[in-house]
């Protein structure tokens, strides 16, 4: 399995280190990551992570300059790309077909392939704009998945609000983790 992981400028870069982080576990994924000059902005600014380690992480390292990477064509299979977390900025490239950079061009693949694309959108309060944006996305085929917290895992941490989202994330592409608590109902 081959699966894009795009980071992009918007707070949150920790979602999209995790689910690395989550995914060097797992036997038969090849990661494909991509990450804008504000997603390796704010990885210094809000994370103790170096960006070369981040990478380090990945199969698979594309410069978000080349729209000629192998992910930025249909011919190259993949699963899917999960962009986590996604500005709005990219999500307004991905929902306008404005592929002037491979987070957007390899999201853009992925959609006319029928291929599985997670946003994960990063921005609050929402604005009409933002609505649409997400409403457009989700009609071509996207997936919207805001950070949201589940309070029914009884969260001691921040952590363990964030690894219970990017298992959920992973779930969606029925890549199993450990630090998912899933509701067993109201017992």
């Not at 999209?16 to 797992?26: H, K, Q």
């Not at 950079?101 to 997670?118: G, M, Q, S, T, Y």
């Not at 457009?136 to 363990?160: N, R, V, W």
Request: charged share 20%.
């Amino acid at each position: 399995m081959r699966l894009i992981i795009g980071i992009s400028g918007s707070s949150g870069v920790i979602y999209g280190i995790r689910m690395l982080e989550m995914l060097t576990a797992c036997e038969g994924i090849e990661t494909h990551l991509i990450l804008s000059s504000a997603a390796r902005m704010n990885i210094g600014i809000e994370t103790d992570w170096k960006v070369e380690d981040v990478e380090a992480m990945a199969d698979v390292v594309h410069n978000n300059k080349n729209i000629g990477a192998s992910i930025a064509s249909g011919s190259f299979k993949t699963t899917g790309m999960v962009v986590v977390p996604c500005s709005m900025k990219t999500l307004s490239g991905i929902a306008n077909s404005y592929a002037d950079n491979l987070i957007v061009r390899a999201a853009d693949v992925v959609l006319k392939e029928r291929r599985k694309l997670v946003i994960v959108p990063r921005e609050s309060p929402l604005h009409t704009g933002h609505c649409e944006l997400m409403l457009k996305a989700s009609q071509m085929g996207a997936i919207l998945c805001p950070p949201a917290p589940a309070f029914y895992i009884e969260p001691k941490t921040i952590d363990d609000f964030i690894n219970h989202t990017v298992a959920r994330i992973l779930d969606l592409y029925d890549i199993e983790s450990d630090s998912l608590k899933r509701w067993q109902g109201n017992v």
